[in-house]
T-cell receptor
């Protein structure tokens, strides 16, 4: 059974710092991994999607890496800004009972960037 | 930019009543999902839907739940006899295909009294 964990649960950093969020999963037979941002009381905004055959993806100040064999992904945020304050979720799409269409979310990392 | 839209934004229902949550996925998307998030907890997968049938469902998605794509645009989640523990935020998502990211709606907050 796939389990997804995220470390740390919460993080508070001063503006301008570079930071790394971690995501671990127990079953390496995944289809892809997606990072999301969730603002309080809101839906989920997709940040980056990494296919199982890829090692990393970049978008602006964000870089996500994937090491499928060790069951790990990291989200690197460069030069953090107060507007980056949110909860960051990773989600693994893998095999359920009949298809590669079961998505398991981690519990999230709550990020606070202090001006 | 096209969006996934969900209605209503907030639904209040008496325990035991049936409720239907509605979603309009992005028009060229083929894969559809429902998730729920109980307050303060993680996002939980409920069901995935492709080619007019369920692809996967979680242990949460029991006989009280059903999904339907009644026409070319709507995707609905029905809970037949609601329980207090069904109170949660329900999110709909869609994607054009497996190699594309999922796009989420803003959710429906379901409150069971």
């Amino acid at each position: 059974k796939q389990e997804v964990t995220q470390i740390p649960a919460a993080l508070s950093v001063p503006e301008g710092e570079n930071l790394v969020l971690n995501c671990s999963f127990t079953d390496s037979a995944i289809y892809n991994l997606q990072w999301f941002r969730q603002d309080p009381g809101k839906g989920l905004t997709s940040l980056l999607l990494i296919q199982s055959s890829q090692r990393e993806q970049t978008s602006g100040r964000l870089n996500a890496s994937l090491d499928k064999s060790s069951g790990r992904s990291t989200l690197y945020i460069a030069a953090s800004q107060p507007g980056d304050s949110a909860t960051y979720l990773c989600a693994v799409r893998g095999y359920g009972k009949t298809s590669y269409d079961k998505v398991i979310f981690g519990p999230g990392t709550s990020l606070s960037v202090i001006p | 930019e096209p969006e996934v839209t969900q209605t209503p934004s907030h639904q209040v229902t008496q325990m035991g009543q049936e409720v239907i949550l509605r979603c309009v996925p992005i028009s060229n998307h083929l894969y559809f999902y429902w998730y729920r998030q109980i307050l303060g907890q993680k996002v939980e997968f409920l069901v995935s839907f492709y080619n007019n049938e369920i692809s996967e469902k979680s242990e949460i998605f029991d006989d009280q739940f059903s999904v339907e794509r009644p026409d070319g645009s709507n995707f609905t989640l029905k809970i037949r006899s609601t329980k207090l523990e069904d109170s949660a935020m329900y999110f709909c998502a869609s994607t054009p295909g497996g190699v594309q990211p999922q796009h989420f709606g803003d959710g429906t907050r379901l409150s069971i009294l």
